[in-house]
Every structure is written in C-alpha cells, then in structure tokens.
Nanobody, 111 residues
C-alpha cells in the first residue's frame, strides 16, 4: 500500500524559510514523478513543483527562484525548500505521486 506523509509546515514571517518533507511508502518511488501541490484559502489546488524519476524539474512561475524541489531515492523522500516566503504562499501543501496524496501540511506566512 502506498502512503505519503508530509511534515515541516508551520508559521513564519514574510521572508522566512521552511523545508517540507514527504516520505513515501511502497516500492515505486524511484520510478515515479513526485510533486508538491498547495491549496490556499478559498482557492483551488495548484501545482507548485514537480520532479521526475530522472530529475527533470518544473516550477510554477510564482515560486521560481524561491522554492527548490529535490528527492532522495534511497530514503523514499521528496523535499520542498521554501525561501523568501510571502503571505500569498499561505496554503496547505500536499505531496503527490500519481493517484496518491498525503494528508497535507499547513504553511502560514504572516507578520
């Protein structure tokens, strides 16, 4: 059974940083594309960043230069380093792998 568990969310001031982690159970991690999504208040879920099995990476325009996605296949983990956070980054962040999703972790950016 595939499970995804996120961690690392929290509350920070504008300009702060957080590092989200997602650990994935199951044996299909290394061959799968992983992605981070987010859903802000009264907004639809949106793709933040994705990384393929061969480390091709995509980012949404609004976070380019501030967020970095990476993966560790030995540990079945994917990460999202978030720097220079802005209030508009406030959302629940989800880790996704195909049809599978984590439960989400809250990120709040506020002064």
């Amino acid at each position: 059974q595939v499970q995804l568990v996120e961690s690392g969310g929290g509350s920070v001031q504008p300009g702060g940083s957080l590092r989200l982690s997602c650990v994935v159970s199951g044996n299909i991690f290394s061959s799968s594309t992983l992605a981070w999504y987010r859903q802000g208040p009264e907004k639809q879920r949106e793709l933040v960043a994705g990384i393929t099995s061969d480390n091709r990476i995509t980012y949404r325009d609004s976070i380019k230069g501030r967020f970095t996605i990476s993966r560790d296949n030995a540990k079945n983990m994917v990460f999202l380093q978030m720097n220079n956070l802005k209030p508009e980054d406030t959302a629940v962040y989800y880790c996704g792998m195909g049809q599978y999703w984590g439960q989400g972790t809250q990120v709040t950016v506020s002064s």
